[in-house]
Structure formats: C-alpha cells, structure tokens
C-alpha cells in the first residue's frame, strides 16, 4: 500500500459513517444507541414492546433488551407519565411514549403539576431525567383524537422543555439530547414525516443542542418560521417564491421551549419581513409568541407586519377534510406576498 493509498484509507475511516435513515429510524436508533449506553434508560407504553409501538418506532428493542427495560403498559396516560416520574426519582431515566398527542390530557396533571415543578418544589435537590414522546400533528388521516397539536399548551408550562424535529438527523440528535437532560422533556414527533424521507444520519452518537434552531435557507427578503412537519411546507414556499427571484431564509426552531430567541431576532433584522408557520389552531398558538416575541425585539426592523399561516380555531377536522385544514404551500405563499408587498 503507498503513502497516499494509506493517506485516504485514514481520512475515510476518520469520516463518520452514516446510514440514510427516516425520522421514524432515527428515533430508533436513538433509543437502541442509548439503551445499550446506560442501564437506567428504559422505555414504556402502550405497545412499544411485543408489538414496537404503533409506528414501529420501538421494533426491536424488546428483543434486545428485555421486559424489564421495554415495559407495555396498561391503556393509562396518567398512569404511563406518573410512573415514568416515580422511576425519575428513583434514579432511572424513563422514555415514556403515549400513543398520539390527542390522549395528551389524563396525563396532563402528571405533566404540569409535578414533572415540570419537581425542581421547584425541592429547590433543586431532585431533579426529574424523563423523556415523554408522542406523535403529534395531522396529515395521516388517522380517526378523531389522533391529529391534534397541543404544543402552546406545554409551552405555557414553566419546566418543561419541547422539541419538535423535523429531519431525521435532528430527531436522532435531539433525542439524545432530552435522554441525557436532567429535566423533563417532551419530544413531539411529526407523524405526517416518520417515512416521508431519508437523510444521512451518523451510526454513533451524537447530540443536536436543546434550544438552537437552525437555518435551513439563507435568504435576504423575508423568514420564513417553521417547525415540525410544517418546515417542509416552508420549503416548498421558499421554492415558489426562489423562481420569482425572491430570496427567503427558512428558519426550523427545533425547540419551542426553550425557542432561540437569538435566531429569530437576527433572522428578522436582516429580512425585515417574517411568516410563522404551525398547523396548531392559530388562537393563542405558539406563533402568536414569536409574533410577541419579533415586536418587541425587532420592531424597528420590520417593513411589514408579521403573518401567521396556521391551522383554524376549530376541532381538527375528519380525514376527508384535514387538507383543507393544514397550512399548505399556497397559503404560505400568499402570506408572504402580503408581507412583501405591504
């Protein structure tokens, strides 16, 4: 072997290996990566073991790693969530998944009233290392209760942290993040992308900051402000908008609790014009927050006001009518449009 031969042998081994992995896989991964790295991480829910959940997120980390670390439970979101914290404070580090985010409610006391104030009610003595998935959001036409987006909930429930990933690089990323937290996170997974594309995703592991949001698109003329699966609309917009010669920069805030501030603040000074993006109801929605957020920050900054492209203040609809309720590429087009040509 020459010197060079071996010269590129070392740098390709020193290259990290990826797989090309749908966000669905990369949860997976996650989980398996971490499991077999700490012997207090466990996993538990309705199904996610014999059967590996209802999206298969959780296949085959029963048969690696046994019934007493893959635990399905009863039918009982408080119950999932209440024990999840009773094994916290015992020195476990639980990843409870409920079902879908519409069966978020009877664990919601659980979630509010003692997860996110351990810290608080101690003084910091305990502190609660819990992760609590669910699929979230529309788009699969799934029956009633299974499409909702409660994320403004959560986020109005002082701590607790909220992560929405929108590739499978950052679900796999973020998920290790909240595993090794030392406080409670919920992970929102976006079911309408478990399968919807791959990406390279690193086999070893890694982890995506908490709290740091990502440009996806560097642009000049306006921001476009997404999460979750919504961060595919933008795209499909920023498109749109890039063959009429306008330049957008998307920005995925990733979490939106703790939301990167700093990231939206510098976005919006260098565009002057911004659109927020999320399918939950548009009332009250985390999108009014980072419109309150841009105001007060960014005022002076602003050519236009700025627009929300949301999902309608109403019940989530039936399947056959979900796409009329889901922020689409059209609608976000044609908000931009009224903020570039106010």
């Given at each position: 072997m020459t010197a060079a031969t071996e010269t590129a042998t070392e740098a390709a081994e020193a290259r990290p290996q990826t797989q090309k992995l749908t966000l669905a896989q990369a949860v997976n991964r996650a989980l398996f990566e971490e499991m077999g790295r700490d012997e207090t991480i466990l996993v538990m829910g309705e199904d996610v073991g014999i059967d590996g959940g209802v999206f298969r997120v959780t296949e085959g980390l029963l048969d690696a790693y046994?019934?007493?670390?893959?635990?399905?439970?009863?039918?009982?979101?408080s119950g999932i969530v209440g024990t999840a914290i009773g094994l916290a404070l015992a020195g476990f580090r639980p990843v409870a998944e409920?079902?879908?985010m519409g069966f978020l409610y009877p664990a919601m006391n659980q979630l509010c009233a003692h997860a996110a104030r351990y810290r608080n009610r101690s003084r910091g003595r305990y502190h609660l290392p819990m992760v609590v998935r669910m699929p979230y959001c529309g788009g699969i036409r799934p029956p009633e209760h299974h499409s909702e987006s409660y994320e403004a909930l959560l986020v109005n429930t002082p701590g607790l942290k909220v992560v929405i990933p929108s590739t499978p690089y950052d679900a796999k990323g973020l998920l290790v993040s909240a595993i090794r937290?030392?406080?409670?996170?919920?992970?929102?997974?976006?079911?309408?992308?478990?399968?919807?594309?791959?990406?390279?995703?690193?086999?070893?592991?890694?982890?995506?900051?908490?709290?740091?949001?990502?440009?996806?698109v560097e642009g000049r003329d306006l921001t476009l402000i997404a999460y979750g699966a919504m961060v595919r609309v933008a795209m499909e917009a920023e498109q749109a908008l890039a063959r009429d010669g306008v330049s957008v920069e998307v920005l995925d805030l990733r979490t939106v609790s703790p939301v990167d501030v700093e990231a939206i603040v510098l976005s919006v000074e260098k565009?002057?014009?911004?659109?927020?993006?999320?399918?939950?109801?548009?009332?009250?929605?985390?999108?009014?927050?980072?419109?309150?957020?841009?105001?007060?920050?960014?005022?002076?900054?602003?050519?236009?006001?700025?627009?929300?492209?949301?999902?309608?203040?109403?019940?989530?609809?039936?399947?056959?009518?979900?796409?009329?309720?889901?922020?689409?590429?059209?609608?976000?087009?044609?908000?931009?449009?009224?903020?570039?040509?106010?």
């Open positions: 046994g019934p007493e670390r893959v635990i399905d439970t009863p039918l009982a979101e409920l079902q879908f937290d030392e406080d409670p996170v919920v992970f929102l997974e976006p079911k309408k992308i478990y399968r919807a594309f791959r990406e390279d995703v690193p086999t070893g592991p890694y982890e995506v900051p908490i709290g740091k949001a990502r440009v996806v565009t002057g014009r911004a659109v927020v993006v999320h399918e939950a109801p548009r009332n009250a929605g985390f999108g009014a927050e980072i419109v309150a957020l841009i105001n007060e920050r960014a005022l002076l900054s602003l050519l236009a006001p700025v627009q929300r492209v949301t999902g309608f203040d109403a019940v989530f609809p039936y399947p056959m009518l979900e796409h009329h309720y889901l922020p689409t590429k059209e609608r976000v087009v044609k908000a931009a449009r009224r903020a570039l040509d106010f």
